[in-house]
């Protein structure tokens, strides 16, 4: 009989054992979840607080971007309303005074004058021209590439072309500006630094996206790694007009100079 109480009362201590490690495992398991809950938790606010913070980021560059266009567009109006018409101005009295000759024997000062005002109005195009091409509004971004290309083939005595492979590029007029300011930024790296003697650009589309491939025989380098290290603002404004404008860009391999691709989606 002793020994029949002693199986039960056994029985009962294995029972509560078993339910107390039952009860500690279904705790522990509990905890763990809202452990792991909470970790998860932290992990999608802190993702979600990163898009925001991104988000206002790109706004503000989209925002700052604008700005810079809109006022490189009052300032090229004003270089080519105010200056250059005032230099125009004096330019026809010299003209004037000519014909004239209201200043015999000082004719070399006049041509001194009439050298300075020509070229003033030169330089002013010139700035003008830089901070807005009057053909980027006018006729779209592929004449104005295409202009802008021919200058700059005919100052430098290098080789800049410019191929389309599509007939139907529509963009708007803000990003119109950044990708004409990213060939921009391209062209004069090219110049200063690349030692090109060849350029190609090319626009192809598709229903997906819009690629621009950039294609010269200058002097090679990688894109992302000087983006980090480089002090200048070059490459940065590159890539800040890319990102502006939704874009990526992409060095791809090449046998001499260097080959990017950059992809706009439509």
């Known amino acids: 009989m002793q020994y029949h109480y002693k199986v039960i009362i056994n029985s009962r201590r294995l029972e509560n054992t078993t339910e107390i490690k039952l009860i500690y495992w ?26 925001i ?31 250059s018409g005032d230099l125009n101005a004096i330019k026809n009295y010299l003209l004037i005074i000519e014909k004239t000759n209201s200043l015999q024997g000082n004719q070399e000062i006049l041509d001194e004058i009439k050298n300075s005002v020509t070229v003033a109005l030169e330089n002013t195009r010139l700035i003008s021209y830089k901070l807005m091409p009057p053909l980027l509004e006018n006729l779209g971004l592929i004449p104005t590439i295409e202009d802008y290309l021919e200058k ?8 800049f072309t410019l191929s389309c492979m599509s ?11 950044e990708i004409f300011r990213i060939i921009q930024e391209f062209t004069t790296n090219m110049i200063k630094y690349g030692s090109i003697s060849n350029c190609r650009i090319i626009f192809k589309a598709n229903e997906l996206a819009t690629s621009i491939e950039i294609i010269e025989d200058g002097t090679a380098y990688d894109f992302n790694r000087l983006l980090k290290t480089s002090t200048g ?3 940065k404004n590159i890539n800040s007009r890319i990102k502006s404008i939704e874009g990526s860009i992409v060095q791809k391999e090449a046998v001499v100079g260097n080959h990017f691709l950059i992809t706009l989606k439509k």
């Open 233 to 235: 603002t070059g490459l």
């Open 26 to 51: 279904i705790g522990t398991s509990v905890m763990l979840c809202i452990a792991l809950g909470i970790f998860f938790l932290v992990l999608s606010y802190r993702s979600h607080l990163f898009k």
């Open 167 to 177: 007939d139907d590029l529509v963009f708007s007029t803000a990003d119109a500006y």
């Open 152 to 159: 700059l083939s005919k100052n430098t005595q290098l080789s």
């Open 53 to 83: 913070k991104q988000k206002e980021a790109d706004l503000l560059l989209k925002a700052s971007l604008e700005g810079e266009r809109m006022e490189r567009n009052r300032i090229a109006a004003d270089l080519h309303d105010s200056v």
